[in-house]
């Protein structure tokens, strides 16, 4: 056979292996991030971009969070069919009794952070100090933070979601996400000293993928075909983001290729979605073992209800028949 034939067949069995069967229909999925796009989204953008659902067998739409989208809700009216929500939040919404559980998880390390001036040389020496923090951290971190540390509500100081306090005032220090608020503080001349409170024991998953149990029964395996090709897409962006944030930027033109390269470059340095767990289980893995100690720090907390059956919480069903290795 020609050399030239041998490439068409070569290239003919590749496009068949990479795309659906002809006349086959796509199934539909409807995912809600929890932000406006962003780095943080890189993985599940850069599988559209690069039509690795559509690879899959799927069709994958992309709906941006913000301020007055509460993906679980949407979830749980069935108006969207898979949200993105923090562990801390699955495990709320099980307390109330509502179907929901996490079938795999973006972000291995939560990516909260306490941010100080510089010359702070550890998280204990915030003891007694002024720390800005929002209310949503007196039911997350901020119990964490007494129980470890020592920290006293005493400490606390309002947070606004601006650094400009911050920057005014070298004895106080603030929460933050590793990718975004260090940013903005390092733009204003400052080099602030970030601790990544996963790195220090704070177990919740971020960036947790949701479903309802009842889509969960329905449609499991779309949404393994959704875990792997999402995977694929994170494995990807690291390799290359350029496919992705051009997607990102057209979902947000307000995001700056600056803080595009950011978030990346923390991702990758904090191993916030590589972590420790993928190494074995693959991208976007979940453990018992995690999610147990999540629970265990809610009930030393005093945070967990002694009837809610946190065990729904999660399921390794999806996962873990999904191994992307970084």
Not at 10 to 38: C, E, Y
Not at 154 to 176: E, I, M, N, T
Not at 280 to 296: C, E, H, I, K, S
């Amino acid at each position: 056979m020609p050399r030239s034939h041998v490439r068409a067949v070569v290239a003919a069995v590749a496009l068949l292996a990479v795309a659906p069967a002809f006349g086959q229909a796509l199934d539909k999925i409807v995912f809600s991030t929890d932000w406006l796009a962003q780095a943080e989204h890189g993985g599940f953008y850069q599988a559209v971009a690069e039509g690795t659902y559509r690879k899959h067998g799927l069709d994958v739409t992309l709906k941006p969070g913000g301020p007055q989208i509460n993906g679980l809700q949407l979830l749980a009216a069935g108006q969207i069919d898979v949200a993105m929500a923090d562990a801390l939040q699955v495990t709320s919404a099980v307390e109330q009794n509502v179907p929901l559980t996490a079938i795999a998880a973006t972000f291995q390390k939560n990516p909260t952070v306490l941010i100080a001036h510089p010359g702070v040389a550890s998280i204990a020496a915030l003891k007694g100090k002024p720390v800005a923090v929002a209310a949503a951290a007196n039911t997350t971190f901020w119990p964490w933070l007494k129980a470890r540390y020592g920290f006293t509500d005493d400490q606390k100081r309002p947070y606004a979601f601006s650094v400009q306090p911050f920057l005014a005032d070298p004895s106080l220090s603030q929460q933050g996400f590793a990718t975004s608020e260090p940013f903005s503080i390092e733009k204003a001349g400052v080099t602030p000293v970030v601790f990544l409170l996963a790195d220090l024991g704070y177990p919740p998953y971020s960036e947790a993928l949701v479903v309802t149990r009842d889509t969960l029964g329905k449609r499991a395996d779309a949404l393994r075909r959704f875990v792997q090709a999402s995977a694929e897409g994170w494995r990807s962006y690291f390799a290359n983001p350029a496919p992705a944030n051009a997607l990102i930027r057209k979902a947000n033109p307000e995001m700056s290729e600056a803080l595009l390269a950011y978030g990346f470059a923390k991702m990758k340095s904090y191993a916030i979605v590589t972590g420790t767990d993928p190494a074995a289980g693959g991208l976007l893995t979940m453990t018992d073992a995690r999610w147990q100690a999540t629970v265990a720090f809610l009930r030393d907390a005093g945070l967990a209800k002694a009837d809610a059956d946190y065990r729904r919480a999660w399921t390794l069903d999806i996962v873990s028949k999904v191994k992307v290795l970084p």
